[in-house]
């Protein structure tokens, strides 16, 4: 059974980079064609959707985020990785990886990990 | 503010039946048959229970349906239950490989 592990460092300070790893247990990140993605929710809010990963490392980002965001992916590892630059508070949330459901692109999430959460604060 | 319009909150008694809107625009709701529905229990993730606006996956009772009219997306509770109590949240594919979320909605069993 496919399981999703995400891994953080729960606080960032102001400006720095959050980095949250997802790992992928029960089965091949690329022996698929899934497109593997990252969604945060800050405490009492609701969802968003930050970016998606595709094995073959074909990503695509929240429009609103794109410029501080870069997802990135580790077959060998079966891990797929975020990083959000310049952080402020406004990013502390939960952040959860997730899989779409088979024949879904990144419309729809039905694996998802426990989430993590990162605080950004001094 | 949420890309989809969802109302705070819904309630309803165990055994009636409850319906939550997503009202988005012809960009993203309107225009594509990618709806999602969520249900997210407190301190847990979400867990889908809707995808491309009426297929329900495995697991997922029969009482969660859905449908699409315009640029609103509905889901509808059938039968309800204390445990269908939660936080429900939709999803709509916005083009440009671009997707949104509603603000979510509290459902309440009564």
């Known amino acids: 059974q496919l399981q999703l592990q995400e891994s953080g460092p729960g606080l960032v300070k102001p400006s720095e980079t959050l980095s949250v790893t997802c790992t992928v247990s029960?089965?091949?990140?690329?022996?698929?064609?899934?497109?593997w993605g990252w969604i945060r929710q800050p405490p009492g809010k609701g969802l968003e959707w930050i970016g998606s990963?595709?094995?073959?490392?074909?990503?695509y980002y929240n429009p609103s985020l794109k410029s501080r965001v870069t997802i990135s992916i580790d077959t060998s590892k079966n891990q797929f990785s975020l990083e959000l630059r310049s952080v402020t508070a406004a990013d502390t949330a939960v952040y959860y990886c997730a899989r779409p459901p088979v024949g879904a692109t990144l419309d729809a999430f039905d694996i998802w990990g426990q989430g993590t959460m990162v605080t950004v604060s001094s | 503010q949420s890309a989809l319009t969802q109302p705070p909150s819904a309630s309803g008694s165990p055994g009636q039946s409850v319906t939550i809107s997503c009202t988005g625009t012809?960009?993203?709701?309107?225009?594509?048959?990618?709806v999602s529905w969520y249900q997210q229990h407190p301190g847990k993730a979400p867990k889908l229970m809707i995808y491309?606006?009426?297929k329900r996956p495995s697991g997922v009772p029969d009482r969660f349906s859905a449908s699409k009219s315009g640029n609103t997306a509905s889901l509808t509770v059938s039968g309800l239950q204390a445990e269908d109590e939660a936080d429900y949240y939709c999803s709509s594919y916005a083009g440009s490989n671009n997707l949104v979320f509603g603000g979510g909605t509290k459902l309440t069993v009564l």
């Open positions: 990963i595709y094995y073959s490392g074909i990503t």
């Open positions: 491309e606006v009426s």
């Open positions: 029960g089965g091949s990140i690329s022996s698929s064609s899934y497109y």
């Open positions: 012809s960009s993203d709701v309107g225009a594509y048959n990618y």
